[in-house]
């Protein structure tokens, strides 16, 4: 099963190891959303998950994409650190012009 960044947040920030319990946290988080672009973006991953994914198999692919999404995490803000401390940037645009 392939995942959007989008959906890999979703299911990082709702989803738990139970697969029936996602799924029914999803759906209900399907019925609460009011924009309809959204709406048909989480129905979407309530259905692949409920179709896709095996409730035999689940709790290590939900395991396998908390790992996954806490080194994302881990980068994401290592990155805005570094972007912090660095700024050669400009200096290399104005030698290059």
Do not use: Q
Not at 27 to 36: C, G, M, Q, S, Y
Not at 58 to 64: I, P, V
Request: hydrophobic content about 35%.
């Amino acid at each position: 099963m392939t995942l959007s960044m989008k959906e890999k947040k979703i299911l990082y920030a709702y989803g738990c190891p139970s697969h029936h319990n996602t799924v029914t946290r999803l759906k209900w988080l399907t019925a609460l959303t009011v924009d309809p672009e959204a709406k048909r973006r989480m129905l979407g991953l309530v259905r692949k998950v409920e179709t896709e994914v095996g409730e035999s198999w689940y709790e290590d692919f939900y395991h396998h994409l908390r790992m996954e999404m806490d080194e994302y995490r881990r980068l994401k803000r290592s990155l805005r650190v570094l972007k912090s401390y660095t700024d050669y940037e400009e200096d290399l645009y104005e030698e290059a012009v």
